[in-house]
Nanobody
Framework: QVQLRESGGGLLQAGGSLRLSCVGSGRIFNAYAAGWFRQAPGKEREFVASINWYGEITDYSDSVKGRFTISRDKAKNTVFLQMNSLKPEDTAVYYC???????????????WGQGTQVTVSS
């Protein structure tokens, strides 16, 4: 497992943009696939986006496709989630995740961060 630390959450109005960051511990993080989940109040955690270890394969949930972009900077051991055209239904705690297998990132990632709150007002 790797240690993950998210940052960048906040409160903003609908239509705005926000970028979340996730720093992974150690060089091993750069060999892992990574991604983001979110959990809204009263709802289950849901997959948001994933990226492979090299950074050229990405995947998104239908609810964020075209609005969110996942990327990574290996020099900084960091994965980003750029969120544009935010909606009130995007309000949730966003969790950074990582796993040695890209296929597991979407379903059952081994490593989780503590989460960062994103609140979008109408």
């Amino acid at each position: 497992q790797v240690q993950l630390r998210e940052s960048g959450g906040g409160l903003l109005q609908a239509g705005g943009s926000l970028r979340l960051s996730c720093v992974g511990s150690g060089r091993i993080f750069n060999a892992y696939a990574a991604g983001w989940f979110r959990q809204a109040p009263g709802k289950e955690r849901e997959f948001v986006a994933s990226i492979n270890w090299y950074g050229e394969i990405t995947d998104y949930s239908d609810s964020v496709k075209g609005r969110f972009t996942i990327s990574r900077d290996k020099a900084k051991n960091t994965v980003f989630l750029q969120m544009n055209s935010l909606k009130p239904e995007d309000t949730a705690v966003y969790y950074c995740v990582a796993d040695g297998l890209l296929s597991r990132v979407r379903t059952a990632p081994a490593s989780w961060g503590q989460g960062t709150q994103v609140t979008v007002s109408s």
